[in-house]
C-alpha cells in the first residue's frame, strides 16, 4: 500500500509503506573480533573452496568540501571500519582510504561500517549527537546507537546534520558531509575506473 505525501511544487507522489523494508539484519561484528587480517580473494583458497571477493565502499562527495573516499569493508569476525573525527592526525589522518575526517561536526566515534558474509554492507551509528541520515532519515536518536542499515548504491550518506535539521546554522553549512554511496564486488570494478 502506497502512502500519499505533498512533494516539491505540490507534487503528489507515492511512497512505499516502510513496514515492506523491514529485514533482519545480522548483528554488527564486535569490536574485539579476529585479531588476525584475512585477505579475501575470489580464488580458490587452499582448501579448494572458493573464498568471498572484496566489497569496496566509494563514497563520492555532492560538494566540493571533502574528497572522494574508497574504503576496503573487511568481513566478519574482523572489526569494523570506524567513521569519525580525527583523533590524533600524526597517527590516523584523514585521507582518501578511511572514514576519518577533520571535522568538529562528527563524534571521534560516530559509526561504523561492517559487511556481512553475503557481501552486503552496514552502517551503525554508534549514538553520535549530530546523527547519521540516509537519504534524510536519521538512523537513531540522539546518544542512541542505531540498529545496522543497509548501505545501497545510490543512497544519500549524511554524518552530520542536513540543512533541514534544527541545530543547522550557517556555521556548519562548511562542515556538513554528503556523499552518494556506491559499493562495489572488488571484481566487478577492476578496469572500470574507480
Known amino acids: 500500500m502506497a502512502v500519499k505525501e505533498n512533494g516539491v511544487n505540490g507534487i503528489v507522489r507515492a511512497r512505499r509503506n516502510p513496514a515492506r523494508n ?13 585479531t588476525t587480517a584475512t585477505t579475501t580473494t575470489t580464488t580458490n583458497g587452499p582448501n579448494g573452496k572458493r573464498t ?7 563514497l563520492n562527495p555532492r560538494d566540493d568540501k571533502c574528497e572522494r573516499r574508497v574504503v576496503l569493508v573487511p568481513p566478519q569476525p574482523q572489526p569494523p571500519v ?5 583523533i590524533n592526525p600524526a597517527k590516523g589522518p584523514a585521507k582518501f582510504d578511511n572514514l576519518l575526517f577533520d571535522t568538529k561536526v562528527l563524534s571521534r566515534n560516530h559509526a561504523e561500517v561492517y559487511c556481512d558474509a553475503q557481501g552486503r ?3 551503525r551509528d554508534l549514538g553520535s549527537s549530530n546523527g547519521t541520515y540516509i537519504n534524510g532519515v536519521r538512523l537513531s536518536a540522539d546518544a542512541v546507537a ?5 548501505l545501497i548504491a545510490g543512497q544519500e550518506l549524511v554524518c552530520s546534520p542536513p540543512p ?9 553549512l562548511s562542515f556538513c558531509i554528503v556523499f552518494l554511496v556506491h559499493c562495489f564486488v ?3 570494478i577492476a578496469g572500470t575506473g574507480y
Open 22 to 34: 523491514l529485514y533482519n539484519f545480522p548483528a554488527p561484528p564486535s569490536t574485539a573480533a579476529a
Open 52 to 58: 568471498n571477493p572484496d566489497i569496496y565502499l566509494i
Open 82 to 86: 570506524r567513521v569519525g573525527r580525527v
Open 121 to 123: 554492507v552496514f552502517i
Open 146 to 150: 542505531s540498529d545496522p542499515f543497509p
Open 164 to 172: 533541514i535539521h534544527p541545530r543547522f546554522t550557517s556555521s556548519l
Open 186 to 188: 572488488a571484481e566487478l
